[in-house]
C-alpha cells in the first residue's frame, strides 16, 4: 500500500522559514521522482519543485527560486522541501507526490494529504 505521509506545515510570519518533510512507503523511492505541489484556495493546484530519483536534477516554480530547496534522502524514504523568505502568496496547502513505475512503460502519480501552510503576520 503507498502512502506519503506529509508534516511541517504551519503559521509564519512573512520572511519566515519551514520545512516539509514527506515519508514515503510501499514503493521503491529511490526510483522515483518526487514532487512538492501546492494549492491556495480557489486556484489550481500548482507544481512547485521536482527532484528526480537519483537527487541530481531539480526544477522550481519560478516563483520559488533561490527562496525554497527541495531534496531527498533515499535512506530514509523522505523527500524535503526547505521554504525559506516565505510571503504571504506561499499560502497554501503543500501536497507530496510520488510518479512512481506501477509496470514497464506505466507511470501512476500518488498524492499525500496534503499540509497547511500560512504566511501572515
Known amino acids: 500500500q503507498v502512502q506519503l505521509v506529509e508534516s511541517g506545515g504551519g503559521l509564519v510570519q512573512p520572511g519566515g522559514s519551514l520545512r516539509l518533510s514527506c515519508v514515503v512507503s510501499?514503493?521503491?523511492?529511490?526510483?522515483?521522482?518526487m514532487s512538492w505541489y501546492r494549492q491556495a484556495p480557489g486556484k489550481e493546484r500548482d507544481l512547485v519543485a521536482r527532484?528526480?530519483?537519483?537527487?541530481?536534477?531539480?526544477n522550481y516554480l519560478d516563483s520559488v527560486k533561490g527562496r525554497f530547496t527541495i531534496s531527498r534522502d533515499n535512506a530514509k524514504n523522505t523527500v524535503y522541501l526547505q521554504m525559506n523568505n516565505l510571503k504571504p502568496e506561499d499560502t497554501a496547502v503543500y501536497y507530496c507526490?510520488?510518479?512512481?513505475?506501477?509496470?514497464?512503460?506505466?507511470?501512476?502519480?500518488?498524492w499525500g494529504q496534503g499540509t497547511q501552510v500560512t504566511v501572515s503576520s
Open positions: 507526490n510520488a510518479y512512481v513505475a506501477v509496470a514497464p512503460g506505466f507511470y501512476r502519480d500518488y
Open positions: 527532484i528526480t530519483s537519483g537527487g541530481g536534477s531539480t
Open positions: 510501499g514503493f521503491t523511492f529511490s526510483s522515483s521522482a
